[in-house]
């Protein structure tokens, strides 16, 4: 039977979006037939230590030459002298979900350390998987990864999807879904509904918020001095059903983001029948459907508002929109159809043993 490894860094059942991507296509694969392992890696990452690099060396050194191995981007990035020199005769193939220099926060340093040791790990491997076709272009304008050495595959969406939803009493429940961290935007976020103080809602922001708690620390205070605390809830990362819970309570979703390689919550939001308000920042101007939400720029905190004010203060406005995420669900791959594209970019049969 047809083997795959993925390798990840840390805790493979981490509740952010790539972590589950790769879990989503792992189990596609699975349902397809194909024999899958994942493994999280020891160690600090995206800079790894010299733990990262044994528990990678040790990984690979185990694994058969007959397996496809597929590792994550965030895990890759530093370590590819240690992939080119531990590697054997296996075929591997880099999942990338946005270059790691493209995270917010960073210095200059910082940057381009992330920048030439990700080009260097490409070069590495023999194939790379993204997530979005901007993230495509990006790797062959900045890290001379060639087309041919590129296969896109999107996330999917949950079937069935949720059918268009009318608009409730107030108050409107705004949902975020994203780990606290500088890239996903939250302080616009928080200052554009600052600017909506007399619009009738309420915000939940579900995220991880231990990945930067300075970061988490500073958009508490935010909220407090914004006198928003009864109306923007930090509610941490959530399980699978309490996540599917805020779903079906939301109204609008949002997301502030400077930066997405794909922004999965945007087409899974979609899925649900909520329309979306969200930036332009990456691949998000890719990413979210013609007629179902609005695109202000990045960091454009009234711009923001004034987006969330016309779903807010506009009914025919907002059911427009929640019925364009309803047909925009309609043409959304299922994570079956993402598997097998995967499983297509890997060389791997339809079925395995077919």
């Not at 530093?78 to 005769?89: F, I, M, W, Y």
């Not at 103080?197 to 205070?221: E, S």
Request: hydrophobic letters at 45%.
């Amino acid at each position: 039977m047809t083997s795959v490894v993925f390798i990840v860094a840390g805790d493979p059942s981490q509740l952010t979006g790539g972590y589950i991507y790769d879990a989503r296509i792992a189990a596609g694969l699975q349902r397809a037939g194909h024999a899958v392992e994942t493994i999280g890696l020891a160690g600090r990452f995206p800079i790894a230590d010299g733990r990262a690099e044994n528990a990678m060396a040790d990984t690979l050194a185990a694994l058969s030459n007959d397996v496809h191995v597929v590792i994550d981007g965030l895990a890759l990035g530093t370590l590819g002298g240690v992939v080119a020199a531990h590697r054997g005769n296996r075929r591997i193939t880099a999942l990338v979900h946005h270059p790691l220099a493209d995270e917010a926060g960073l210095d200059a340093g910082q940057i381009q350390q992330l920048e030439t040791a990700e080009r260097a790990a490409l070069a590495e491997v023999d194939h790379v998987i993204v997530t979005s076709a901007f993230t495509a272009r990006r790797l062959a304008s900045t890290y001379d990864v060639v087309a041919e050495r590129v296969s896109v595959v999107e996330p999917g969406i949950p079937r069935p999807a949720t059918p268009a939803r009318a608009r409730r009493a107030p108050p409107r429940r705004l949902l975020c879904i994203a780990t606290l961290i500088p890239r996903k935007g939250h302080d616009t976020l928080v200052a554009a509904l600052a600017e909506l103080a007399a619009h009738d809602w309420v915000c939940d922001l579900i995220g991880d918020t231990t990945r930067d708690t300075a970061h988490t620390a500073a958009i508490t205070r935010a909220i407090e001095a914004a006198g928003l605390s009864e109306r923007i809830h930090l509610r941490g990362a959530l399980a699978p059903d309490a996540l599917a819970e805020a779903y079906q309570a939301a109204d609008l979703f949002v997301l502030a983001s400077h930066y997405e390689g794909y922004g999965m919550v945007i087409t899974e939001a979609i899925s649900q029948g909520l329309p979306v308000v969200t930036t332009t920042g990456g691949a998000l101007a890719d990413t979210l459907p013609r007629g179902a939400g609005l695109a202000v720029p990045p960091g454009d905190a009234t711009a923001l508002a004034a987006a969330l004010s016309r779903c807010l203060a506009e009914p025919a406005t907002y059911n427009d929109l929640a019925a364009g995420a309803q047909q925009a669900a309609a043409g959304l791959n299922d994570w079956d159809a993402a598997g097998q594209a995967f499983a297509d970019a890997l060389g791997l049969p339809a079925r395995a043993g077919s």
